[in-house]
């Protein structure tokens, strides 16, 4: 399928079934996850429309994000990889939207950093990132491991709502929403339903919760914010994975 196809399949599908949902009235963003892609494949996804991307790596996106981002002010970056706080600054120049804050000294160091900027100076200061800065303060998700797997990101279920208090009364960071990605063996409607109970519980308005192979569950089960690779590219190389 050319990428032209995929986003239009992919487009249609969205559009239905978000119509078609009882849970929430909210609108679906697909978020293209652009793990491994090139920067010239990005190019042909947002000259199809395509508005938000999402990258795993920090480092990756260092690399092919400036150039684009000059390019095209309207296209919207997050972050749907882990994040290591030796890493938080790049982060927050590179991405308008981080989804992976998952642990308290994360958010302690992100917490940190956004105080030494206030809006003005950031945009004044020079970021570590050659010619490129945000122009605003990124928004934040927070990542959830509703399947409590021990080889996975997020914060537990049990410790989602003194975290998610603590980032929002205590840090006062701009959280928005919750992100989760489920077992792979397992069906996925459960962890989607449990993302969106803990949300309503704390006022959370987005959820980034759906993939490839379940994002038409993940809409209908209130999703607003679906990050959809491979269905949109391809098959990835294994090496990319992760
Ligand atoms: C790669 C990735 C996706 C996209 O996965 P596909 O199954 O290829 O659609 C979504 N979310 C995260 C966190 C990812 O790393």
Redesign the pocket.
């Known amino acids: 399928m050319t990428l032209a196809a995929a986003v239009e399949t992919i487009r249609k599908t969205i559009e239905k079934t978000a119509k078609n949902r009882l849970l929430s009235t909210d609108s679906v963003t697909l978020l293209a ?1 652009s ?1 491994g892609q090139s920067a010239a494949r990005i190019e042909e996804a947002i000259a199809l429309g395509v508005a938000v991307f ?1 990258e ?1 790596k920090v480092q990756e996106a260092a690399e092919k994000w400036p150039a684009i981002k000059q390019r095209h002010q309207n296209v919207a970056l997050h972050l ?2 882990p994040l290591q706080t030796n890493k938080v600054k790049d982060a927050l120049a590179l991405f308008d939207v981080i989804q992976t804050l998952d642990r308290p000294s994360l958010a302690n160091s992100l917490a940190k950093e956004l105080k030494n900027w206030g809006n003005e100076e950031l945009k004044k200061k020079e970021s570590s990132i050659p010619q490129f800065f945000n122009s605003s303060i990124p928004t934040f998700y927070i990542q959830i491991n509703t399947g409590e797997e021990p080889q996975k990101a997020g914060v537990l279920p049990k410790d989602a709502d003194a975290f998610i208090e603590d980032c929002v009364t205590g840090l006062k960071l701009p959280v928005v929403g919750l992100m989760c ?1 489920p077992p792979a063996d397992q069906p996925p409607a459960p962890h989607f339903a449990l993302l969106r109970t803990i949300a309503l519980r704390h006022g959370l308005r987005e959820l980034s919760m759906g ?3 379940d994002y038409e569950t993940a809409i209908r089960m209130g999703s607003t914010c679906v ?5 949109l590219f391809g098959e ?1 190389k294994r090496e990319l994975e ?1």
């Open positions: 996850a793990k999402g795993n749907i990889g990605v993939m490839s192979g990050r959809v690779g491979t269905a990835r992760k």
